[in-house]
Every structure is written in C-alpha cells, then in structure tokens.
C-alpha cells in the first residue's frame, strides 16, 4: 500500500508540473477557467452497492486541457439502506438484544488534478484525474436503538459496542476516466459526464469493516460539468 500511496503522489506531482510547464509557453492573454461537477456515484463493495453523491471543483486551463481543484463524495446513511449486524460477545446486551443492525457511511476529501483529452468530436472529451486525500468512515446505532440506556451520548455506546473501533479514518487515493459530452453545440458550458475510478485506501480499519471494506474498490459516476 505504500508503494500505490507513493505512486499517487508521484503522479499527482508529475500532472502539476507538466501542467505549468506548458502553460507557461501559452500567450499571456489566455486565462484560467472555472469548472463544477456535480456526481452520483455507485460504489461496487463486498456485498452490496453503495450510493454517494459528490463533487468536484476547481480551476481549468484556457485550452481545456488541465484541472486542478478539490473532489468530495460521501456515502451517507439516510440512502444507503444496507445494515450491518454486529453480534455481542456472549452474556452481553444491549438494550435487551445480543446483535444489532447498523448503518454506515463515508466521506472523502481530497486534491485532484485531470488531464482532459477533447476527441475529433470537438463535443466530446476524455478526463483522466487523479486524487488523493483524507478519509474517513465508520459504523453507527440506527433508529431506536440511538436512545441508549442510560442516556449518555449515542457516539459513546457505539463505540464502546465496537471495542472503540466505530470509526476510520486514513487516506485515499484514486485515478480513472471519464467521458464528458457537450450537450448543445451552441452552449460549451453545460456537459454530461459518466466514469469510472479505481480506489484505494491507506491506515483506515475499523471494526466491522476491517481494513478492506473500501480498499481496492471500483467507483462508477455520472453527473454534469459546468464550465465558466
């Protein structure tokens, strides 16, 4: 894991520098750009397929050919139905129960930098990005069984009912490609997109998820990009 933690740095270095190398020899009077992309995005884990919603954000050179910006996407419970059932040693309850459904979710937050690729199809173009950032998720009481027993906090028994593993956190690193399609040839502001990315995780662990319930996992996305 170190070595695809290193790689991606490498990588995301490599992308910087090149990018600015090139746009040094570009006329002076080309600007910057603005981009926003918005996502959906499905996450194929072990055993079932989560739901997060995301975006991306940042800065594109005049030509189109480079992005540098911020992506986040989170996994939240409230559309991610799925639960897990965390079963208790023996002799131990909770509230009267020896297993309990849990939810889950995740976020990430990271730096990314893409190089866009614009087909002989002026109207289409391939994205190629790279990220890399902090990440974090965990595993929590759903329902009625958020009102514990002795009132304290709910963040205290799910964690003292996980061997104070509840939650994650670690780093994340990811690359793929996506097709973004210009919807009017008259308006080169507004595109859809559809991808797919390759993801790893680096440190995180917790209890029931172990340290590979989202490593080594394959993300499809679509969405829209606007660009300004």
């Known amino acids: 894991m170190n070595i695809q933690k290193t790689l991606s740095i490498i990588l995301l270095v490599f992308i910087g520098t090149h990018a600015f190398s090139q746009d040094s020899n570009e006329s002076t009077d080309q600007s910057i ?35 540098f910006g911020i992506r986040y996407y989170g996994r939240s419970g409230p559309i991610n139905p799925k639960e897990y059932e965390l079963v208790l040693p023996v002799g131990e309850t909770y509230k009267g129960k020896s297993s309990i459904k849990l939810g889950h979710d995740h976020g990430f937050l990271g730096l990314e930098a893409a190089y866009n690729l614009r087909l002989k199809n002026n109207r289409l173009m391939i994205r190629m990005p790279v990220s890399f950032g902090q990440f974090g998720a965990g595993f929590y009481l759903r329902g009625d069984d958020r009102y514990t027993p002795d009132g304290e906090r709910t963040s205290v028994w799910e964690d003292k009912l996980q061997g104070g593993e ?15 399609y210009q919807l009017s040839a008259k308006n080169e502001h507004i595109h859809i997109m559809m991808g797919v990315t390759y993801l790893n995780t680096y440190g995180y662990e917790s209890f029931i998820g172990g340290k590979d319930f989202y490593n080594n996992k394959v993300r499809a996305s679509v969405g829209f990009r606007f660009d300004l």
Do not use: R, T
């Not at 992309?37 to 594109?60: K, R, T, W």
């Not at 509840?166 to 490609?177: K, L, P, T, V």
């Open 33 to 67: 750009g603005f981009y926003f992309q918005p996502e959906y995005s499905a996450m194929f884990l072990n055993d079932h397929v989560g739901n997060a919603v995301g975006f991306g954000l940042g800065i594109s050179s005049k030509n189109d050919k480079w992005d």
């Open 166 to 180: 509840d939650a994650g956190f670690g780093f994340c690193s990811e690359f793929g490609a996506q097709f973004i």
